[in-house]
């Protein structure tokens, strides 16, 4: 009878063990809080959209005829500014600027798929959000001409109410007192934090 309880202790045990295994790989599948929410996955660990604490409660547009010269396009109630500078087209354009609606700082530009022959750049600003002292914390590094290490630029694609995807991030610097980042082609775009 010996040999037949420690099979049983045996076997209890092994029953554990697997059942503690089975149970830990479970809890790596529960979903991060800190999830984004804005992107169906996140530009990069911890990343979502900059928020307003205002929502805008519909589209903002402004469009402007932009040739080789360079110009600026600019939407202070969405708190966004377009530069392009001089030399990134070859011809006149119709570019038109659209903030999108709701609490992400995001934008389409269109043409969509017009390139440049330079960049041009995004500047978003952030007072009015919750990264509006975040912003703060990471000036100090930004004067001394570091990329600002807590946001990012990122193009994506998709419908924000349905979730977008991150197609590329960007670099960001502070410009003027925002957080600006470099494009070379049109399409959506968003200033994430994280």
């Known amino acids: 009878m010996r040999p037949t309880v420690d099979r049983t202790a045996f076997l209890l045990f092994v029953t554990l063990a697997i059942a503690g295994c089975v149970e830990s790989s479970t809890l790596t599948d529960v979903p991060d809080v800190t999830e ?20 805008l409660n519909q589209e903002i ?5 932009i040739g080789p010269q360079g110009g600026l396009l600019e939407l202070q109630e969405a708190g966004v500014r377009l530069r392009v500078p001089s030399g990134a087209l070859t011809e006149a354009v119709e570019i038109t600027m659209t903030a999108l609606a709701g609490e992400a ?21 952030v007072p009015g959000t919750a990264e509006e002292g975040l912003l703060d914390l990471v000036r100090r590094d930004a004067e001394s001409g570091a990329p600002l290490n807590r946001f990012l630029g990122v193009y994506f694609e998709g419908e924000p109410d349905e979730g977008v995807e991150p197609l590329e991030s960007f ?23 994280g």
């Open 105 to 125: 700082m995001a934008f389409d530009f269109a043409p969509h798929g017009l390139e440049f022959l330079t960049p041009a750049s995004i500047s978003v600003g």
């Open 171 to 193: 670099e960001t610097y502070l410009d003027g007192g925002a957080v600006t980042f470099d494009i070379m082609h049109f399409s959506g775009y968003v200033c994430a934090t």
């Open 61 to 65: 547009s402004v469009s402007r005829i």
């Open 36 to 55: 984004a929410t804005f992107f169906r996955r996140a530009p990069a660990p911890g990343f979502d959209a900059v928020r307003r604490a205002t929502p």
